[in-house]
């Protein structure tokens, strides 16, 4: 029986520290993030907008979750993204609520080079999650995705990020980190949010 004091953030990211369970995160909890509500809509809608201005055909979604922006970038472009996790247990989840969509278990971390076929490679909120390989993903990125589009939609914290702050904290910073040319950037928030969505878009060269 799960802790009922834990949240679904104690088996991703907690005092400042990576723990990185998914597959037990989407077991305890049916829906992390509030997936099915589509958070961050300014960043998600944002980057449905650098899909369609730069006439991107098709799409490799990388930390898909439970499969809702894939749907909402299928409703919106008719591109059925190939949408990708590392947890198996959210991947089986995705396949029972949308079985029209096409969902795979992969570690990009190993695997990312067989999907360079697609035009464009979506980062989804996954930032956060693999700095410390991000490095050697930009590499893999360079080597086999070279002419390709890298977008990437991500939040930022309002004064309270404690993990990954030698990396980046705010999206310019991040903008710098990227090897790849930048073509276009968003970020939006409201008063009363503690974080700041953003959504940028490089070509990879």
Same mark, same amino acid.
């Given at each position: 029986?799960? @802790?009922?004091?834990?949240?679904? /953030?104690?088996?991703v990211i907690k005092d400042g520290k990576f723990i990185? #369970?998914?597959?037990?995160?989407?077991?305890?909890?049916?829906?992390?993030?509030?997936?099915?509500?589509?958070?961050?809509?300014?960043?998600?809608? =944002?980057? &449905?907008? /650098?899909?369609?201005? %730069?006439? !991107?055909?098709?799409?490799?979604?990388?930390?898909?979750? *439970?499969?809702?922006? =894939? @749907?909402?970038?299928?409703?919106?472009?008719?591109?059925?993204?190939?949408?990708? @996790?590392?947890?198996?247990?959210? &991947?089986?989840? =995705?396949? #029972?609520?949308?079985?029209?969509?096409?969902? +795979?278990?992969?570690?990009?971390?190993?695997?990312?080079?067989? %999907?360079?076929?697609?035009?464009?490679?979506?980062?989804?909120?996954?930032?956060?999650?693999?700095?410390?390989?991000?490095?050697?993903?930009?590499?893999?990125?360079? #080597? @086999?995705?070279?002419?390709?589009?890298? *977008?990437?939609?991500?939040?930022?914290? #309002?004064?309270?990020?404690?993990?990954?702050? +030698?990396?980046?904290?705010?999206?310019?910073?991040? &903008?710098?980190?990227?090897?790849?040319?930048?073509?276009?950037?968003?970020? =939006?928030?409201?008063?009363?949010?503690?974080?700041? +969505?953003?959504?940028? !878009?490089?070509?990879?060269?």
């Amino acid at each position: 029986m799960r @802790d009922k004091e834990k949240t679904y /953030h104690d088996y991703v990211i907690k005092d400042g520290k990576f723990i990185g #369970k998914f597959n037990e995160m989407y077991t305890e909890f049916d829906d992390p993030w509030t997936q099915s509500n589509q958070p961050n809509k300014y960043s998600r809608m =944002a980057g &449905i907008m /650098h899909i369609k201005n %730069f006439n !991107i055909k098709s799409i490799l979604e990388c930390g898909c979750g *439970l499969g809702y922006y =894939a @749907d909402w970038v299928k409703r919106e472009t008719q591109i059925t993204p190939k949408s990708i @996790d590392i947890s198996s247990v959210a &991947i089986e989840k =995705a396949r #029972k609520l949308f079985p029209n969509l096409d969902f +795979e278990i992969v570690n990009i971390s190993t695997e990312l080079s067989r %999907f360079n076929n697609y035009d464009c490679v979506i980062f989804s909120e996954i930032i956060w999650y693999i700095l410390p390989n991000l490095i050697d993903i930009f590499k893999i990125l360079e #080597k @086999d995705f070279k002419g390709k589009y890298l *977008l990437v939609n991500q939040v930022f914290y #309002k004064g309270t990020q404690k993990y990954g702050t +030698e990396y980046f904290t705010n999206l310019n910073e991040f &903008i710098n980190y990227v090897p790849f040319t930048l073509l276009g950037q968003c970020e =939006a928030t409201t008063i009363n949010d503690s974080t700041i +969505e953003t959504s940028t !878009i490089f070509k990879i060269q």
